[in-house]
């Protein structure tokens, strides 16, 4: 076929079905040289099909990471101005908090995950996703370095570069070992959906090699020593799944091993759950002891061997040497190194996380925003900005600010530094005039007068109120929607600005910083029982907590597939239990 | 606690709760020490526990392979008279029928598989299962040797020896690659569960390499190149499959990729699914042609590299490279190791599989038997025992075979020797008469009269009626339901032999030999249709037989949950399609 028929006949498909042209566009993007013919020749492609000149013009946003942060940023994203390039190794979404129910097999890790193609691919808008691993970022020439992990037979061209002009780094974080020695050889991880087959795998395993002949029950026990590192949510789940997979299912089938079976969880701290209430960590404390899982408390590990953990006792420094069988690690996150590096490039060497504004743009870096576990907000201090605000705030410039000059900016000031209103609620003071009041001594509102010393000291302790967000889905989420929004609306906010006013500067912010609304969080304690604290300081623990936290749980699944599947396999776990097969 | 407040606490549950006695009898296979007590204290667990000694008095049966010739042994067989060790490096039977369908995605390989204790833990039967290798047989001291493939850590308790009275070997073939070069190294195979796991991925992780940038059309074509090597009904399925899965869910979400993804079938033969109908074989290459799918027949492979198939065209000896991205290799089995150097070790060094006579049992070894794809049936020639036979029929010892004679012991030839009565069906010959009359010409029945010659001239073609059973998971399956009916009925049948007449020794055998009931075969094609080939050449092929493949093999699940998880699967693919997540 010759060249040219080939173009009548593309030509043709285009008259005949004008849907073609959209196929044709997509092709376009990795394809090429199609794409101006069929716009020239066909009258019905010309409204679908965006002329290679617009493509380029279009800002390009590249994102790193299909995680909680990078795909709700894509799902909330909508602005066909935008030329969105993703760059993941995982071309897939995983509902992660639903990890521990795959280690043990109540939910299948498929029911979990999402092709990110799918999530996309219904957009308005130009969405190409490669599979590959960013590692190196190039902030000076706007340029990030990625690699694809497949294999060898590309002929070198396994790595490739991305030009951007917005970059959105949401890659997450790795496990945490404290350089502990030992850790990343012998014990598993939980953090992606690998880690949790693998545990599923090797909890099986342990039994197997268990019910082999010839073993002494010194070895049984040893090896179905199950250990957990770290109380947190995820330690604690998983700690609770397996005493459910153990006792609910695999006792039936490795009858032998039931006296064998033990589970300890090793915390550092003097509680577990120690970001939740009291009233959960007791419980949760009393109901892994009735259990029979054994929380040591106050143990460090210091070292991890082919068979033993060895753990220092806080207090006394003893140190003790713990066979096992099977360890999981779960005590916290660390940097990614494609992150440190970067860090070290910005000159931020010495943080935990990308540290971001308010607006979640990296500090020292012109259209970088960071988001998620990889990101962390330096929220800017009252006292950093304390001249400026009274400053903005003292409109007549008398050197004096009277409550109602305050009262003026007050909005804005609240919202630039929300620690402010956060004071305020935690002191329980009704307004700003109870506050400036308690410098001022007990006069009436109309009268406070305040000089900036003054201000100084009734606006100290007000900082006292920052903390860092925590490092949950739930706020990754939030930021990817809010960090799309901001996108979306970016045009418009150009011309009529959203935010607060600039105390330092002048005019207003582009947009609203971002806000965390915490919703409550869950912890499934096995049993069916869940302990659920949510806004407010509402507690419940029980049969419950766990129906609602299969509600929110399958409402929150990011498709109707996975929210299906999820649930099916809930239904199959009830009716069949879990099941052991080794693959 | 002391040892003996422990004991009168043990004894004191199973006076209160007698069903404890049945989990301490399993606790006392491999822990041991505590029934003696519990039997002598406990009225109501004696029925339940049996004797320490009362185990060892039990013949030992040692069953080696959970696929589907060791998987129906186990569930068939229920004398309690037998102490069943069941050894295999799968903990799980698969039903592999479906593993074409886990390829793509159709199927969840956790639907097809179902946990061997599981389907053995409801027996009334002493059966223990050990997740290992067996990587030698000792027929002299009725031993095997054993490995487990966990890890490292059992300080060279790896290694296991077991011994046996009765063997059934059912450790199945491995893929035949006839020593192709580079097959081991590049091809993918499709036997077990994990082969089609990595299939999955693989063409999951063709379509991403595809997607990179930086490529070439050239190469993207090399890297959706999909070959299949082997037209039987696996390859053929696959294909079929993976066509599907890129038409119907793949070029959805990698709409560029479309015009560069290929499949080719590469058959040595004349034409694929030979052993089928000639309706079906040419129904099916016309729908592959018409799909796109290109059928190479005649091409036998020669070479694989890490990017060309290199393959002889049978008839000009015309060598072809062939650039690919991805190759399924499935032409055939051959002998595992184990298997091969028991063969040796046995003299029978020069076949393809394990020779068994009739009752399954390994020639020239004592209390072995062998059953599927690693055995093949030696079937006892006519010919061979033609003067036995001659002489058991000649009652008058008058040195000629009258016709009543031969009728007096037809039924015994017909079942020792199935081949035989195959002969008259097949050469539509009413009855026995019709033959001797053929060697005798025109005469009336009665009269027939044969001399040794004769009768010899009469049977001389029964014998080009033998073949061997096909190695498929129906002719397995029979076998492990005839061979635990033969273990079931074994003191029965000592007393009172089943079996027919033997004619070259004395008396009967004790059970009827194995015969295969032939209960028809599919081939799935892809687009919803199916190609069935029933007992009685009844060949049905389309939307139809597609619905009866359903039927069929959803009733034929091992368990109901599979049974459910499958349909569910089959549900879940109509409504959402087939994941593409790379996990």
């Known amino acids: ?259 064998f079976v033990k589970i300890t969880l090793l915390e550092a701290a003097d509680h577990i759950l120690n970001m939740f209430d009291k009233r959960i960590t007791e419980f949760a404390e009393k109901k892994f002891q009735r259990d029979g899982i054994d929380v040591k408390l106050g143990s460090m590990v210091v070292k991890v061997s082919e068979k033993e953990i060895s753990t220092k006792v806080r207090g006394n420094g003893e140190i003790t040497n713990i066979p096992y069988g099977m360890a999981v690690w779960s005590t916290g996150i660390g940097t990614r190194p494609v992150v440190r590096d970067f860090m070290k490039e910005i000159g931020q060497q010495n943080r935990r996380a990308l540290a971001t504004d308010e607006w979640l743009r990296v500090e020292g870096c012109d259209g970088i925003y960071a988001l998620g576990d990889c990101a962390t907000i330096n929220q800017r201090k009252v006292m950093e900005d304390i001249s400026a605000i009274f400053k903005k705030a003292d409109k007549d410039n008398s050197g004096t600010l009277t409550a109602k000059e305050f009262q003026g900016v007050i909005n804005d000031v609240c919202e630039r530094y929300p620690q402010l209103e956060l004071y305020l609620k935690n002191k329980k003071l009704s307004g700003i005039a109870d506050l400036l009041k308690g410098a001022k001594g007990d006069v009436a509102k109309e009268s406070i007068e305040l000089s900036i010393e003054e201000f100084k000291a009734a606006l100290s302790e007000v900082d006292s109120q920052m903390k860092n967000l925590p490092a949950t889905a739930q706020v990754a989420s939030q930021q990817g929607k809010y960090l799309a929004g901001c996108f979306n609306r970016m045009e418009k906010a150009e011309k009529n600005p959203e935010g607060p006013l600039r105390f330092r500067g002048e005019g207003r912010h582009r947009h609203q910083p971002f806000r965390y609304k915490h919703l409550g969080q869950f912890a499934p304690l096995g049993g069916e029982k869940t302990a659920a604290q949510l806004p407010g300081d509402w507690v419940s623990i029980g049969y419950g907590s766990q129906w609602l936290w299969y509600s929110v749980y399958a409402s929150k699944q990011v498709s109707w597939r996975t929210k299906t599947l999820v649930v099916s396999d809930w239904g199959r776990r009830f009716i069949f239990g879990r099941d052991s097969s080794r693959i």
Chains 1, 2 share one sequence.
């Open 1 to 259: 076929m010759s060249g040219l028929s080939f173009f009548r006949r593309v030509s043709k498909g285009f008259n005949e079905h004008p849907y073609l042209s959209k196929v044709l566009v997509v092709c376009a993007v990795s394809g090429g040289g199609l794409v101006a013919y069929a716009d020239a020749n066909s009258p019905n492609a010309a409204h679908a099909v965006v002329p290679a000149e617009g493509v380029s013009k279009k800002k390009k946003i590249v994102v790193l990471g299909t995680g909680w942060a990078g795909t709700n940023f894509l799902k909330k994203l909508d602005s066909p101005s935008f030329d969105v390039q993703v760059i993941s190794p995982r071309n897939y979404f995983a509902f992660t908090p639903l990890l521990p129910s795959v280690t043990c097999g109540t939910v299948e890790a498929r029911s979990i995950v999402e092709p990110i193609r799918n999530i996309v691919r219904k957009k308005q808008m130009d969405v190409c996703f490669m599979e590959a691993e960013c590692f190196k970022i190039d902030a000076e020439n706007k340029k990030v370095y990625c690699r694809t992990n497949q294999g060898t037979n590309l002929n070198g061209k396994e790595e490739f570069i991305v030009d951007y002009d917005y970059l959105v780094i949401a890659m997450g974080a790795r496990s945490n070992t404290f350089n502990t020695p030992g850790v990343e050889e012998h014990c598993n991880f939980l953090k992606e959906v690998e880690d949790a087959q693998k545990i599923r795998r090797a909890v099986i395993d342990s039994f197997e090699k268990a019910s082999l002949p010839n073993l002494s029950d010194e070895e049984r026990k040893r090896i179905l020593h199950f250990v957990v590192v770290g109380g947190g949510p995820t330690g604690v789940e998983f700690a609770a799944e397996l005493h459910d997979f153990v006792n609910e299912d695999l006792v039936k089938l490795y009858p032998a091993s039931k006296d």
